[in-house]
């Protein structure tokens, strides 16, 4: 008898604790020259769990390639994937209560998400110096307006470090981006069920053919 409470108290305190783990998302992107690299790290129970994503970055010369080669399977491929017009109509043709709900679930949770990191540093050069300083002078503010805007929708828990550095020497352009956000797993759960229940109630009788046009995609 004494097992028969003692399982299920074990397993409800094992998933309070799942509930309350936390996870990290690092993303770090950095440009030099024609250069390109994402990498995005997830960490969860202290670095324990982790696992590393190289995002690939297409430039546009392959991107070129592709296109006068003719491969058909490219193409094919090229045609299934997620078509930004059609999310785009997809969430027009949503009611205006549906979409209401389902922007609240999603601002609820980006709510909840934290930053712990944001480093983002440029050096950008045209060969002309003052068109360097003209241009740095110019994209430094915007860093500043972008990061304002940011802070509105996410929880920021560091001090923010961000620059632009004019090159007068010569025409040069390096990005070096860091972000590292947390959240707990409670809270994505939590997000998702009620996106799903929004996605199947009976409110919501047009279903969300935008989640609809990602999952045909794949």
Not at 78 to 98: H, N, W
Request: proline share 4%.
């Amino acid at each position: 008898m004494i097992w028969l409470l003692l399982i299920p108290a074990i397993l409800l305190v094992l998933f309070g604790f799942i509930l309350l783990v936390k996870v990290k998302i690092e993303i770090k992107y950095s440009h030099r020259e024609k250069q390109d690299r994402c990498i995005i790290v997830l960490k969860a129970l202290f670095g324990i769990i982790r696992y590393k994503l190289y995002a690939p970055v297409m430039d546009k010369d392959s991107l070129t390639k592709k296109i006068k080669s003719g491969d058909r399977k490219a193409e094919e491929v090229g045609s299934k994937r997620f078509s930004l017009e059609g999310m785009i109509k997809a969430l027009d043709d949503e009611s205006p209560e549906d979409l209401s709900s389902m922007l609240s679930i999603i601002q609820n949770f980006i709510a909840a998400v934290r930053i712990r990191k944001f480093q983002w540093h440029s050096q950008i050069g045209t060969g002309d110096p003052v068109q360097a300083a003209v241009l740095a002078g110019t994209f430094l503010p915007l860093k500043g307006i972008l990061l304002g805007i940011i802070s509105r929708f996410f929880r920021i828990s560091c001090v923010p470090s961000f620059s632009v550095t004019p090159e007068f020497n010569r025409p040069f352009l390096e990005v070096n981006f860091i972000c590292i956000v947390q959240f707990r797993i409670g809270q994505a759960i939590r997000a998702g069920i009620m996106l799903y229940k929004l996605n199947n109630s009976g409110q919501a009788e047009a279903k969300t053919k935008a989640f609809s046009a990602v999952d045909a995609a794949d």
